[in-house]
Antibody, heavy 121, light 106 residues
């Protein structure tokens, strides 16, 4: 059974950097799929942040591109999110998700449980 | 950006009802659309992809249709477990989600 599990601090100060990791169990990241981050707020709903492939290829939401970096560690079977210069508007539930990226697909078939990150001093 | 607009925002229905949720794209997305179900405190769950293909394990009372800019999610006979919020998502150009439709018990 494939599972994704986010981890990271629940509280980040304004202007600092948010780091999250997503550990994948039951499936090797190197075997395929894209690995993505999606966040959710009551005001903006679900927002795709970006994708990382096991060889390190990344794609980011243009609205976040200047602040987002994603990476993958195949030895630990995890992928990571870094978001710089956070503000209160980055307060959200952050989900890691597996994206099916073959012809005709671009949906997210597996999700982590989500982790709430609050930006506050 | 491709904007996704769902209607209605809230839908009240009873067990056994047939319900339909609509999702409109701001430009043509062919059939590159997925539907998700989300319950409070949980992650979204994939129901349908490529507008009408049912994800493995999803009950057949769920169905999707449409192409271009207008899409629908239909639940043929509502079950108690179906009361949740439903989202559409386009994957024609990057990835954007609708604002959600909350399905409530009447």
């Amino acid at each position: 059974q494939v599972q994704l599990q986010e981890s990271g601090p629940g509280l980040v100060k304004p202007s600092e950097t948010l780091y999250l990791t997503c550990v994948v169990s039951g499936y090797s990241i190197s075997s395929g799929y894209y690995w993505d981050w999606v966040r959710q707020t009551p005001g903006r709903g679900l927002e795709w942040m970006g994708s990382v492939y096991h060889i390190g290829t990344t794609y980011y939401n243009p609205s976040l591109e200047s602040r987002v970096t994603m990476s993958v560690d195949t030895s630990k079977n995890l992928f990571s999110l870094k978001l710089t210069s956070v503000t209160a508007t980055d307060t959200a539930v952050y989900y890691c998700a597996r994206k099916v990226a073959v012809t005709g697909r671009g949906d997210f078939d597996l999700w982590g449980q989500g982790t709430l990150v609050t930006v506050s001093s | 950006d491709i904007q996704m607009t769902q209607s209605p925002s809230t839908l009240s229905a009873s067990v056994g009802d047939r319900v339909t949720v609509t999702c409109r794209a701001s430009q043509s997305i062919s059939s590159w659309l997925a539907w998700y179900q989300q319950k409070p405190g949980k992650a979204p769950k994939l129901l349908i992809y490529k507008a009408s293909t049912l994800e493995s394990g999803v009950p057949s009372r769920f169905s999707g249709s449409g192409s271009g800019t207008e899409f629908t999610l239909t639940i043929s006979s509502l079950q108690p477990d179906d009361f949740a919020t439903y989202y559409c998502q386009q994957y024609h150009t990057y990835y954007t989600f609708g604002q959600g439709t909350k399905l409530e018990i009447k």
